[in-house]
């Protein structure tokens, strides 16, 4: 029987034959971890040598110890801190931080998973004609100038934006900056045909209702699904079916009218394929 002594930062333990336990290298090679591990894993209080020799400091190890290893290595691996490990094998209920963990985990799943549709939308917009990949973003508070409408088709709205500048500059309205002019589409669903639409642009003050127009304040949207289209307006549905897509296999749900934003036009490009839209989907 040989006499061990333990070092004093370490507990007492019984006198053990040394041919029962192992230097803290083969220890490490059993286990496939590093001697600097256990090392730290000692410093830490989480995994404490059973003898540590006084003399040249060497640690040892019994088999005994391996399966608290192990359980130190899974909680690790599941990106459980240290302090955490340590209240868990200090008695903590270790299934409360499992699930605690989990709910973590899904979290990360999904904004993982956002992350990988945004990278996908974007590989694909060159064959669906966009300029930008899909965005979750604020839309600000905005004041508006609108005039409300039920129009037979959707080349009306090319009609209704001039009559509506008239009636604006009329009223000696001033315009936004940066310009906001968008569709705001007053039903649920497409249709071809008795559309309710109001055609709005952003001022910089509310003025006096007239006949055929109106002013109101749109509030904040907290996150709308964002997508820009370029060229025309002929191949929106491309478009629209793109971000649909992104909003339904991200878990998302629309809750309020869409909104279409024109950036570029006839009224400032000489062809179709430099116009730029933005479609606006509120969701939650």
Request: one cysteine or more.
């Amino acid at each position: 029987m040989i006499e061990m002594k333990m070092n004093q930062q370490h507990p007492c333990f019984k006198e053990k034959a040394k041919e029962h336990l192992y230097k803290i290298g083969m220890f490490a090679n059993m286990n496939r971890v590093t001697i600097k591990t256990l090392r730290y894993y000692d410093e830490q209080k989480l995994l404490v040598p059973i003898y540590v020799d006084e003399e040249n400091g060497y640690r040892y190890y019994e088999a005994g110890q391996m399966a608290q290893l192990h359980r130190i290595i899974a909680l690790k691996n599941m990106g459980f801190s240290i302090e955490d490990i340590r209240r868990i094998m200090d008695g903590a209920e270790e299934k409360s931080f499992l699930l605690e963990k989990k709910q973590e985990i899904l979290k990360e799943i999904a904004v993982l998973t956002t992350k990988l549709s945004q990278v996908e939308s974007y590989l694909a917009r060159d064959s669906m004609n966009l300029s930008a990949p899909v965005l979750i973003k604020e839309i600000p508070e905005v004041i508006v100038c609108t005039m409300e409408r039920r129009i037979k088709s959707y080349d009306a709205l090319f009609e209704l934006m001039p009559q509506m500048g008239a009636q604006m500059e009329m009223l000696n309205c001033q315009c936004a900056q940066p310009a906001y002019c968008f569709t705001h589409y007053l039903e649920a669903g497409y249709k071809e045909e008795d559309i309710l639409v109001e055609i709005c642009e952003a001022v910089t003050e509310k003025k006096p209702d007239s006949e055929d127009i109106a002013f109101k304040v749109f509030p904040k949207v907290p996150k709308a699904a964002c997508i820009f289209h370029k060229g025309s307006y002929n191949t929106l549905h491309q478009s629209y079916a793109m971000l649909l897509q992104y909003i339904e296999e991200n878990g998302y749900e629309i809750c309020g009218n869409i909104r279409e934003s024109y950036i570029d036009g006839v009224w400032n490009k000489e062809t179709e394929d430099e116009w730029l839209t933005e479609i606006q989907i509120p969701v939650k």
